[in-house]
């Protein structure tokens, strides 16, 4: 059944706490004397504690149940006693402690309800003339501080008013259904990551975080879309139901790019086609390929000498037309290399002839590429970045090019283009600032982000430095992943937003906590997270880390994205919208 | 107040309790549980609850009990109403009232002898039992040689349909609920006394 986020809250007076504070500490978590039923509290439960003057936020991540004697556990009194006297007798020898995780707190002042409020609000007011910031907690409540859940006011002060632009929901917390967002402007600042175990929503999620992120306009975005499911209109794998893209959500903003010349996106047109030409292809882009072209340790050496016999830009060109194995007679009748062939030139260039013969072989699957051109029709690599400075969207999508191959490859080198586009635009702005315009913000979507991030490749590509350093140039990953351990610990530490799903495995679960405050506690909420539609929010991104029931990328939601960002387009682009 | 029927004399007391005697016709008021108060001097009184009803024998019934000739009614009635050994009948102090106010504490001095005790009515038994939170409990609590769930057990119903009578009708249930708080870390006892409160 679809989860209907304007369900009433099940427990109806919220002003009532759900127990009080017996213990804990900073390290070890707050200890809760649960006061209501277990059944009312579920597992990261959003809960304030009121102390003083201060109130606490933090996350409920266990639920134990305890006795004041180990018999009154033990024996099923209900059946020696009366209902009535068995129950008192449980309410007061068998309880419930929750294991709060201090995240947040802040000074909010006298109590209300307390006496002189008026004279002491005042007197307060006086010395804290600003409403005081939610700091990261520092200290504890005291014994007996009342707890109570989370209203949506207090849910609105921590992560943000829905109704704020910059805000954007992303999902509803799972007992009271209150709107949780998250701040698009601090979002795109730093690289992020959405993981999941497969099956778990990670694609619709990315659906809607783009949709936010294109209606909000804070960035463009760039989507390696490996698996053509983001820019036109699709088909869910499990529901077989119709999933509306991004394009035609917003056909003004959003571009839709297949790969090769005659590419069509299951039938669907894109709006222009890429494809590469030779002279674009770095050796870096090749040594990239080595786990995937099983290269040798030789091949940098190749490469260097074929840089150095014909230059960056033809050395490709030049190295394809070779013949391997070619031979020719000479004057004595002897066999020697043709003069066209590899091992001509690696003899010339004092180069060992089976490495580079090696080499030939294994680069036959780019010279055989239909997307790898000797001469490009248009500027396709070019109008992409263009795109995507002026403030529009690209969706990348392989088409029949499915192969990790052509992923890696592709993606590595639009990457390092445009990496080396925005440096050289940021340089110009901050040496200029009064003559060039501040670089457009850019956040980069890598699919099956450990294919380019793993231990081995993550030193060479351009995503490693763009998710470490790149974020003084305007650019940022968000990198979408089922494996995160398999992605290397530096990329990982600098994700500043993580969105995770279930998963199953400890070492995928500590990769996503890695570096983050109060993580053994958070470990068994992601293990117990529902396998749908239930994503933990973590890192730098959000003030606190909280579980939330995803919101659903469905014809509402289409709806809401659309109405606004339309409301919102200027009449150009509507007028080049209708063909104008 | 006045109005009352004498249950009996005090014979002995200590701070604790006191030990009351009274005729075998007398007998018909006083029972186990059941609370009285033994009023001092003008506005102090002590209130306990019975813990014990103790009938003692003498010479000639034991001479009856072993006689071969058959015990007939009339010998049975004489023996009873001109006997001269009193009922006695044990007390246990759970507070005192003083100018008006109810302390759930020990009285400040025991009563003495020939003081007259008389049973609390419905109306005294609530005022005393509500007033305070049950402070007066741990006196009962404390007599480890008294069956303390069987008194417990008495008084709750006793002090229950007094206080449904003056409109408290969750008083039991509270008292209940102090108990087995009172009792919680003493798993037998807290059992015992709660297994003589679900006889009621």
């Known amino acids: 059944m679809p989860y209907n986020p304007n369900l009433k809250p099940k427990i109806e007076n919220r002003k009532f706490p759900v127990g009080y504070v017996v213990g804990g500490s900073l390290k070890e978590n707050l200890r809760v004397r649960l006061t209501i039923s277990p059944q009312e509290v579920q597992e990261g439960a959003f809960v304030v504690v009121q102390s003083g003057d201060w109130q606490f936020y933090g996350l409920v991540t266990d639920l134990m149940l305890g006795s004041t004697d180990p018999r009154f556990a033990d024996e099923q009194s209900e059946l020696r006693l009366p209902g009535e006297l068995a129950a008192l007798l449980h309410g007061q020898t068998l309880y419930t402690t929750l294991e709060v995780l201090p995240a947040l707190m802040q000074e909010v002042g006298p109590d209300p309800e307390g006496p002189n ?17 939610l700091i990261p907690i520092k200290t504890i409540p005291s014994h007996h501080a009342p707890v109570r859940l989370a209203h949506a006011g207090d849910i609105a002060a921590i992560f943000g008013d829905p109704t704020d632009p910059d805000n954007f929901v992303l999902g509803y917390t799972r007992e009271q259904g209150y709107p949780v967002c998250i701040n698009l402007k601090k979002f795109v600042q730093r690289s992020s990551g959405v993981f999941g175990a497969t099956g778990t929503g990670k694609s619709f999620l990315t659906r809607i975080l783009l949709a936010g992120m294109i209606k909000y306009n804070q960035a463009s975005v760039l ?16 529901t077989n139901q119709r999933v509306i893209g991004l394009r035609t959500i917003f056909p003004g903003q959003v571009r839709v790019v297949a790969l090769g010349r005659t590419a069509s996106i299951r039938g669907q047109s894109p709006d222009f086609t890429l494809e590469v030409g030779e002279s674009e292809i770095a050796p870096e882009d090749i040594e990239m390929l080595t786990r995937e072209l099983n290269l040798k340790e030789t091949t940098p050496t190749t490469l260097a000498a074929l840089v150095h016999t014909f230059g960056r830009a033809q050395w490709f060109s030049e190295f394809k037309k070779m013949k391997q194995g070619a031979v020719i007679e000479d004057e004595e009748g002897k066999k020697i290399p043709a003069p066209d062939s590899v091992e001509a030139w690696a003899r010339q260039a004092g180069v060992n002839e089976a490495a580079a013969a090696g080499l030939h072989g294994k680069l036959n699957r780019l010279f055989d590429a239909p997307y790898i051109v000797s001469k490009t029709v248009g500027d396709s690599l070019g109008e992409i970045i263009r795109t995507l400075e002026s403030g529009r969207h690209v969706v990348l999508s392989f088409g029949d090019y499915e192969s990790d191959l052509d992923y890696l490859l592709i993606s590595n080198l639009l990457t390092r283009k445009i990496r080396e586009k925005w440096e050289e635009h940021t340089n110009q702005y901050r040496s200029h600032p009064e ?3 501040e670089p457009r913000p850019l956040v980069i979507v890598v699919e099956e982000a450990h294919k380019l991030l793993n231990h081995e490749m993550a030193q060479q590509t351009a995503f490693s430095t763009i998710a470490r350093e790149m974020r003084k140039y305007y650019v940022t990953l968000l ?27 400890d070492s995928d679960i500590q990769a996503v906590l890695s570096g983050l405050a109060g993580r053994d506690a958070l470990r068994g909420m992601l293990a117990r997270l529902q396998p749908k539609e239930e994503v933990l929010l973590l890192g730098w991104g959000v003030p606190m880390p909280i579980p939330v029931r995803s919101r659903r990328y469905d014809e509402k939601f289409v709806q809401e994205v659309r109405g606004r960002s339309l409301g919102k387009q200027s009449e150009a682009d509507i007028l080049k919208e209708i063909g104008f | 107040m006045s109005d009352a029927l004498e249950i009996g004399k005090l014979l002995r007391a200590n701070v604790t309790g006191c030990v009351v005697g009274c005729a075998v016709t007398q007998l018909e008021t006083p029972q186990f549980g059941g609370m009285v108060r033994i009023p001092l001097e003008k506005n102090y009184q002590v209130y306990g609850l019975i813990y014990d009803i103790h009938i003692d024998d003498d010479g000639l019934v034991r001479q009856l009990v072993t006689a071969r000739r058959p015990v007939t009614p009339q010998i049975i009635e004489d023996n009873r109403l001109n006997r001269n050994v009193p009922v006695e009948i044990s007390v246990l102090f759970a507070g005192y009232e003083l100018d008006g106010r109810i302390f759930h504490l020990l009285p400040p001095r025991p009563p003495l002898i020939l003081d007259t005790i008389y049973p609390c009515s419905p109306e005294e038994i609530a005022r005393f039992t509500l007033a305070g939170r049950f402070g007066y409990l741990r006196h009962i609590l404390r007599a480890a040689d008294l069956p303390v769930g069987e008194l417990l057990a008495a008084h709750l119903k006793q002090a229950g349909e007094a206080n449904r009578a003056a409109g408290a009708a969750d008083w039991q249930g509270k008292a209940t609920q102090e108990l087995i708080v009172l009792l919680r870390d003493d798993y037998p006892a807290l059992m015992s006394v709660l297994g003589a409160i679900g006889e009621l």
């Not at chain 1, 409020?117 to 910031?133: C, G, I, M, N, V």
């Open chain 1, 117 to 133: 409020f008026a004279r002491l609000y005042t007197e307060w007011r006086q010395s804290h003339p600003k409403d005081p910031p």
């Open chain 1, 479 to 505: 990198i979408i992943d089922q494996r995160p351990s398999q992605i290397y610990d530096e990329v990982l530490s600098q994700l500043g937003t993580r969105i995770s799903g279930w998963l199953g495995d």
């Open chain 1, 435 to 437: 003559k060039t315009s």
């Open chain 1, 223 to 238: 989507v390696f879309d490996m698996h053509n499911e983001y820019g036109l209109d699709d088909t869910a794998s499990d």
